[in-house]
């Protein structure tokens, strides 16, 4: 945390209320390798965000002392339910910090304007009229919502506890408040490089500072180049770079300079490099730099190197990495490669490079032999430099009071006498059975994997998982053998009462296999079919719904999430290529129609890592050249003409780094979340991983362990609290054995636990973030208490009877077991019992389902048919014949017979009104729609063609009527209804 402070010391004013929560916090004496990373749980206390004042004290009574002065405001503070409002404006100008007025403010939610400054490189955005301020690009929940005034916000009180070096005091309405300290420690552990173990091995210079100021590239728009006499004995000359703009991304602005020498692949190289900034201002006075040397035209494929923070006083950072291919200076079918600097991000900053070598050992050592852990900053290490990653950044402490707020509800038990008449003093138990956010895994079931109605269920129960997502049998290509499979996830699902989540109705993969996708074929063989080699959008839409038809007609009892959409990018796959969104929106749309009404649909896309590197529009983690759905002007794609999905899925696949320099991290990923919610109504995890890049995992076993143990904390945490979102799914199971990376969080590839990691999810999901409850009922006869939401036993004891019920605990639900205590027995009446899988579901025939297969399919085509059963003129006359698309007959209105009313077989929400038109008898009309055939709302009024459609939204109607509008008569051939888009272009 940029901010050097404790959870439970943090300022607060001397009457507030404290409170207790599960944190998680570091602990020394267990710490025993001394590199900060502490993965176990104990509970600390935190102040209750409470600085509101006694009624008697009055606006009147409001002073402020600021270090030591009296302190007056043009907008003078005030009381507001209790609580001081200060100008933040004026009050932080008290303290050197000037807040500015900026619009749409890129990495808060689309639109956003507010004051922003910087608190010693803290962000701070307060947004007038808001109940959120951001504070270190967290969003804080205010009790009291900020009020704009003209050049000015006022913000709750408690709000200015969170800059740092802060003390304040409250007595009455006298405020004391000392500015302690502004510049943070920046605490280090320094672990020298040891040249002299290397001496004796052969080796040869690659690169060195006289090297790349010979051959200097040219200054661009993006970066300046200039050589200046050195100010240290240790250097002769220092190659300064400048970023002239405000670079977006990392590497937007880098100088290159082409392969100065030849390496062979499996050749070991060491970087040294020494670096300041005199202009390091962000990160507690740190400004990243990335010096790598990278394989040609792929800056990810680096050959050795990394992003570290740069400081304003002379560093040196050491790197070892082994080169995955042969670079020649002059390449011929072989690769070659550059060394790159990647200077700056969101500011203007200028580097200077003292010294720089690259030594090539080739193959005379092994990356371990040198000493340097692989890709390890070793002159200078920060072990939780990870920003968040710390046990007190404000974003935990924020994520935790929101769970406290959103995850929980009040569980009541009444309990009385025949009477009527309570009884006190009866004792009452609520034990947690499941969690009604769902935490999930992804079960892979190929047959060359092992099935997952064979995995063993009290690894289940151990792990603490309710949902499964069945990734192959619910994937493509969608075989009989999809089919089968499927069918026995839901049976196991059924027997073990575990919720399923779907995966994926649509999946362009793109490039995986030669810009082909699999998908079946209309006849269902699964054979890989070209998409847009002159294949036709309505082929390629029947491919897609004949799977989807078939997974949903499976399982739709079963599943009440689906990930509707995955990874389908703007202009980088086949589908979209060729046939644009609107097969997206075609095939999104009939889904919706299939899939059960409660059932939420999700686009799904794997952007939700923590990554520094953010999109300028929503900023998120996605790149210039790969934005997906996430940035404004693709997101606002997918709600056109009443299209809308209900959710955002993050796929949260995160790559680490071993030095920690640019390792993702939860605070932009808390941040990111929180611009999701901005725009869906539900945001969910679908899959959870995390591999550090540069850890061996045959040698580094403990730090990867306890990095894994972090980062699954923090993200569940994370995600818990976010009030939209539903699900946290780890992907493909949680062992190294079955993780597609290798890196499974709870146990190894032989399956035995990795005990630190297992205890941290354990007291995660089984104490911290569940609840176990006992208590007696008061006078009144009842016992309340705020439990987290979800499934529960209850027992009720009086006079020696006991009896036993469950509960299923809910947002907006009643929540309360009545227990009416009788002479032979306690009678319990529960406002929603538990039901479980197989409560909700029947029995699978698998037989039925195989045999019936290609029917399933095809379950899509009913929506072809229109839905209107019956057409009456304004006078009375029947016109059923309108109805057939193929009519040839025309119908004239006349001054008597103006219009026709249309009856649909049953009132529908959304639908495509559809007309055919002669082309000899031009109209103008108008379309209606009613519920009841009574009160009538215009869906629109056109000029006929040979052809019209008019979509209607998020109406009810029963009745569609059409009316001349024109001095001319009309004669439409033909009128139709469809409830999906698609049915109504093709009809």
């Not at 010693?120 to 504070?135: Q, T």
């Not at 038809?549 to 599943?559: I, K, T």
């Amino acid at each position: 945390m940029k901010l050097k402070r404790s959870i439970c010391l943090a300022l607060t004013a001397v009457f507030s209320v404290t409170c207790t929560i599960s944190v998680f916090a570091k602990d020394l004496s267990k710490d025993k390798n001394g590199d900060g990373y502490v993965t176990y749980i104990e509970s600390l206390e935190f102040p209750d965000r409470n600085t509101k004042v006694a009624d008697t004290v009055t606006n009147a009574d409001i002073s402020f002392t600021v270090n030591g002065q009296l302190r007056e405001f043009k907008n003078r503070p005030y009381i507001k339910d209790g609580e001081i409002m200060v100008p933040a404006k004026e009050l932080y100008e008290y303290f050197n910090v000037f807040l500015g007025w900026e619009e749409d403010i890129y990495m808060l939610p689309a639109g956003t304007d507010a004051y922003v400054g910087e608190i010693n490189g803290v962000s701070v955005a307060i947004i007038p009229d808001s109940d959120v301020a951001w504070y270190d690009d967290v969003p804080l929940e205010l009790t009291t919502p900020t009020v704009g005034v003209e050049n000015d916000v006022y913000v709750p009180l408690y709000f200015v506890q969170y800059m740092y070096g802060i003390d304040m005091k409250i007595n009455g309405g006298a405020v004391t408040i000392n500015l302690t300290s502004t510049q943070p420690e920046r605490p280090r552990i320094v672990k020298p490089f040891d040249e002299s173990a290397l001496a004796d091995v052969e080796s040869e210079l690659v690169i060195d500072l006289d090297t790349m100021l010979a051959h200097m590239p040219q200054d661009t728009d993006g970066v300046k180049y200039n050589i200046i006499e050195s100010d240290d004995e240790r250097f002769d000359k220092v190659l300064q770079m400048t970023n002239v703009n405000v670079p977006t991304y990392f590497y937007e602005n880098e100088g290159g300079w082409d392969g100065l020498s030849d390496f062979d692949q499996g050749d070991v190289l060491v970087m040294e490099i020494w670096v300041r900034s005199p202009e390091a201002m962000r990160d507690e006075g740190s400004v990243p730099l990335t010096a790598q040397i990278q394989i040609n035209g792929h800056w990810y494929e680096r050959v050795v190197g990394n992003e570290f923070q740069v400081g304003p006083e002379w560093q040196r950072f050491v790197f070892v990495g082994m080169s995955p291919f042969d670079c020649e200076v002059n390449p011929v079918n072989t690769w070659g490669y550059s060394f790159h600097l990647k200077v700056g991000y969101r500011k203007n900053t200028t580097y200077e490079i003292g010294g720089l070598k690259v030594t090539n050992y080739k193959k005379n050592i092994t990356p371990e032999e040198t000493g340097i852990s692989r890709g390890e900053l070793v002159e200078v290490k920060h072990p939780l430099e990870t920003r968040g990653l710390n046990d007190d950044h404000i974003w935990r402490e924020e994520a935790l009071r929101r769970i406290e707020k959103y995850r929980k509800a009040p569980a009541t038990v009444k309990v009385i006498d025949e009477n009527g008449q309570p009884v006190s003093d009866a004792d009452v138990k609520l034990d947690m059975t499941e969690h009604e956010f769902m935490i999930g895994w992804e079960a892979q079931d190929h047959s060359e994997r092992e099935p997952i109605v064979i995995r063993e269920r009290e690894d289940q129960e151990k792990q603490g998982f309710n949902t499964i997502t069945p990734n192959a049998s619910l994937g493509q290509p969608w075989t009989e053998q999809n089919i089968v499979d499927a069918l026995v996830a839901a049976e196991w699902a059924r027997e073990t009462n575990t919720r399923m989540r779907g995966h994926a109705f649509i999946y362009d993969l793109y490039d995986s296999i030669g810009h082909s996708t699999y998908a079946p074929s209309v006849y269902g063989n699964g054979s890989p079919l070209k998409i847009g080699n002159g294949m036709s959008y309505e082929d390629t839409f029947k491919i897609y719904m004949s799977g989807i038809s078939g997974r949903v007609v499976a399982m739709n009892d079963y599943v009440d999430e689906w990930n509707a959409i995955n990874e389908t990018k703007d202009g980088h796959t086949p589908l979209v290529d060729n046939y644009g969104y609107e097969i997206i929106q075609d095939l999104f749309e009939c889904a919706r129609l299939m899939v059960k009404p409660e059932a939420r649909l999700y686009y799904m896309d794997a952007t939700m890592a923590g990554s520094s590197q953010k999109d300028p529009d929503s900023g998120v983690n996605v790149t210039e050249k790969n934005i997906r759905w996430n940035n404004r002007e693709s997101m606002d794609l997918i709600s056109f003409e009443g299209f809308k999905m209900d959710g955002m899925a993050g796929q949260c696949h995160i790559v680490g780094k071993a030095d920690g320099q640019n390792r993702p991290n939860p605070v932009d990923y808390y941040r990111q979340m929180e611009v999701y919610s901005d725009r869906h109504d539900y945001y969910s995890v679908t899959e959870y991983d995390f591999v550090d890049s540069q850890i061996d995992t045959n040698t580094n076993t403990d730090l990867e362990n306890k990095l894994i143990g972090l980062y699954i904390r923090d993200w569940f945490i994370a995600t818990f609290s976010n009030p939209k979102s539903t699900c946290f799914a780890v992907w493909e199971s949680g062992s190294d054995e079955w993780h597609w990376r290798g890196w499974g969080p709870f146990t190894d590839k032989y399956f035995q636990d990795k005990p630190e990691n297992l205890k941290t999810w354990q007291d995660m999901l089984f104490k911290d973030f569940a609840s176990h409850t006992t208590g007696t009922t008061a006078e009144d006869g009842s016992y309340t208490e705020r439990v987290f939401r979800g499934d529960y036993d209850v027992e009720v004891t009086v006079d020696g009877k006991t009896a036993k019920t469950t509960l299923k605990v809910t947002e907006n639900g009643d929540n309360t077991v009545t227990a009416v205590v009788k002479a032979d027995g306690i009678e319990l009446n529960t406002s929603e019992k538990v039901t479980t899988v197989a409560d909700r579901t029947e029995h699978i025939d698998t037989d039925w389902f195989v045999n019936n297969y290609r029917n399933m399919q095809q379950e899509y085509l009913k929506y072809a048919e229109s839905e209107l059963v019956k057409a009456t003129t304004e006078s009375g006359k029947d016109v059923n014949y309108l109805l057939n698309k193929d009519n040839k007959v025309q119908w004239v209105s006349s001054a008597d017979d103006s219009y026709v009313t249309f009856e649909l077989k049953q009132p529908l929400e959304k639908g495509y009104v559809v007309l055919k038109w002669p082309e000899d008898r031009p109209a103008i009309y108008q379309i209606d729609g009613s519920l009841d055939g009574e009160n009538w709302e215009k869906i629109g009024v056109s000029e006929s063609s040979e052809r019209d459609i008019l979509p209607f939204y998020e109406k009810n109607y029963k009745y569609i009527r059409l009316s001349n509008m024109s001095s001319q008569p009309m004669a439409p051939n033909s009128v139709a209804v469809y409830q999906a888009r698609y049915f109504a272009k093709t009809q």
